[in-house]
């Protein structure tokens, strides 16, 4: 008889069916639109202006680093707490409750990002639709009200979808009041206790700063101020994208790999580690702010190296569950064992190489990490190479192995075809390798981010190795690469939907573990003492740089107008910011 995840819940399969669905619409035009930026900036193909190209570049930062991850990220939650607790969730109508809001915050700031491609965008509540304002919607830069409505939808909408795995829980423990909390639901729950954390202070910077602005309540805002509320969740946000990865690489990769998983007491310390962390260090984003004093960024600095510690034990454990599951398979020898792995396996494959390519991201973010050296690069293409190592990578590229078995498992369908799975992830990997190392290597000599058009007048960029026209080439070759990667995914994903049910669905389990929970002391699943240390420490973070931040610039600042982003209208922006930092 066929066990598949629909087959236990079927109601839940469909909620989780069309987050995922969501994520690849979310993915699939994020995803176009950076082959669009790639093109551009690099001066192979060109059509459209350069205005524009700001339009783009927001909406392909919101649609990938939020939308796509997060809505496949309460996909992965939901099946995770369902499956590990055996029960389905209290309330479907709430599940979908969220999820509609999740979807409704996704379309408004959608159609005020595009709104920005017409010649006369229409004029609603007394100002034109535009949000030009990329990812990080840092003031002066203001958006249309809609595009922090739609914002301020999509957080309420994940922070509802945590009540609901919450309650599922509750009503688990109330039946098993003396059992550990299952290692998959144990990930779920402390990552959703540091996303409301973190997610405090983005809601803080719209509700009671750039949404008033934008809404003429207030004439000015601090600009230092939101965009230091934007980095205390900036940074973490990185690890609300990084969790569902690294559920699926303690809890499934070692399944796939033949073997089980090295140590569940290990895996909870890491989650812990990574509540009680994530959260106050993100003043490290902000080396070069003026306005923040020098010991603030030493602070942040230094606790952003702890941070180091879960992602090198994830390292440790990953790689040993994966060499037991190669030696259960007979492999041999000090990396003989490596051959004995099953690469034709596109979903192992997919999720081994995320997470090669993210051991390079720490590497890199290292760099980013430290102070001085932190200058050489900052603002840089190299930073955007960084985060396509982690989020364009580990986490895209897990996600997308991952849905060749959830699809199946959602919809009782076989996949589509596995070689052009194996096929897809192969060419990610090596798409991803060209643009990435072009990045990076451009980064060292100075090539800025943000911008339609990196080069200067009267100035040539100079590279150590190679040439700035080899660079962008490999940028615009690893674009066309994994553009045509994600066509390959997309098309899988909707060829699968198409097939006929089947009975040859593999079992939903989780993958073993050899070294268990009674293993472990008691005190890791004790959620309210570690919830609490961490609101102690972003306390200590950021009380005192907040406290001097407004201070030197008052709370709401004085003299900001808003801004819409723009060739001519760049360079005022800047001065106007400095101005306001540096009286």
Not at 281 to 306: C, R, S, V, W
Not at 411 to 438: D, H, P, Y
Not at 474 to 491: I, M, N, P, Y
């Given at each position: ?14 909620v ?21 930026q ?44 369902t ?7 209290e ?35 007394g ?25 301020v ?26 059992e ?121 600095m ?53 997470g090669?390519?993210f ?57 589509w ?57 490999q ?16 098309l ?64 709401f ?21 400095i ?5």
């Amino acid at each position: 008889m066929r066990n598949a995840y629909v087959d236990q819940f079927p109601t839940e399969a469909r909620v989780i069916k069309a987050a995922f669905w969501s994520s690849f619409i979310a993915l699939a035009i994020g995803g176009s639109l950076g082959l669009v930026q790639a093109l551009h900036r690099t001066d192979v193909f060109r059509f459209l202006e350069s205005p524009d190209y700001y339009t783009v570049l927001t909406a392909h930062g919101v649609l990938l680093a939020i939308s796509f991850t997060i809505f496949f990220l309460v996909g992965v939650f939901t099946w995770a707490v369902t499956t590990s607790l055996d029960r389905g969730v209290e309330d479907i109508r709430f599940t979908w409750g969220w999820y509609a809001m999740m979807v409704v915050g996704t379309v408004l700031v959608g159609v005020t990002i595009f709104a920005g491609f017409l010649e006369e965008p229409p004029v609603v509540l007394g100002s034109e639709l535009y949000a030009d304002v990329l990812f990080t919607f840092y003031a002066p830069l203001q958006a249309h009200p809609f595009f922090y409505i739609g914002l301020v939808l999509f957080v309420v909408g994940s922070w509802l979808a945590g009540v609901d795995w919450f309650r599922t829980w509750w009503a688990w423990r109330s039946e098993n009041p003396d059992e550990r909390i299952p290692l998959p639901t144990f990930m779920v729950l402390t990552t959703t206790l540091f996303w409301y954390i973190c997610t405090l202070g983005v809601a803080l910077s719209i509700l009671v700063f750039l949404l008033p602005w934008s809404l003429g309540l207030v004439d000015s805002v601090n600009p230092l101020l939101t965009r230091t509320l934007f980095w205390y969740f900036g940074h973490a946000v990185v690890y609300f994208w990084l969790m569902p990865t690294y559920i699926l690489w303690y809890t499934m990769l070692p399944k796939f790999s033949g073997g089980k998983l090295f140590s569940d007491p290990l895996a909870r310390v890491v989650f812990v580690l990574f509540l009680l962390l994530s959260t106050p260090l993100g003043i490290h984003h902000q080396y070069l702010d003026p306005g923040i004093a020098e010991g603030f960024k030493f602070i942040a600095m230094t606790n952003t190296m702890f941070l180091l510690l879960p992602s090198l034990l994830t390292a440790f454990t990953v790689v040993a569950s994966m060499e037991h599951g190669a030696r259960q398979r007979g492999g041999e020898g000090y990396v003989g064992w490596l051959t004995a792995l099953p690469w034709r396996d596109p979903i192992f494959t997919g999720m081994a190489l995320a997470g090669l390519m993210f051991a390079a991201a720490g590497f890199s973010g290292m760099i980013n990490a430290g102070m001085n050296i932190n200058y050489l690069v900052h603002n840089t293409w190299w930073v955007v190479g960084h985060f396509h190592l982690t989020v364009g990578t580990a986490v895209a590229l897990t996600f997308m192995a991952a849905a060749y078995w959830f699809i199946p498992q959602l919809t009782g369908k076989e996949l589509w075809n596995r070689s052009v799975a194996l096929g897809q992830v192969l060419l990610w990997f090596i798409g991803m390798t060209f643009m990435s190392n072009a990045m990076h290597r451009s980064g060292l000599f100075g090539m800025p981010r943000r911008t339609a058009e990196p080069q200067y007048q009267g100035f040539e960029f100079e590279p150590a190795v190679g040439t700035v026209g080899e660079i962008n080439a490999q940028v615009a070759l690893g674009a066309v690469l994994l553009t045509v990667s994600l066509a390959l995914f997309l098309l899988n994903m909707v060829m699968t939907s198409f097939n006929e049910t089947s009975d040859a669905i593999p079992d939903n389990t989780f993958a073993g573990t050899l070294s268990g929970p009674e293993d472990s002391p008691a005190i890791l699943d004790n959620l309210a003492l570690w919830t609490a240390i961490a609101v102690v420490l972003v306390i200590f973070a950021y009380t005192l740089p907040l406290a001097s931040i407004i201070d030197g610039g008052g709370l709401f600042g004085s003299g900001i107008d808003g801004f819409q982003l723009g060739i001519e209208t760049g360079r005022a922006l800047v001065l106007e910011s400095i101005r306001e930092v540096v009286p």
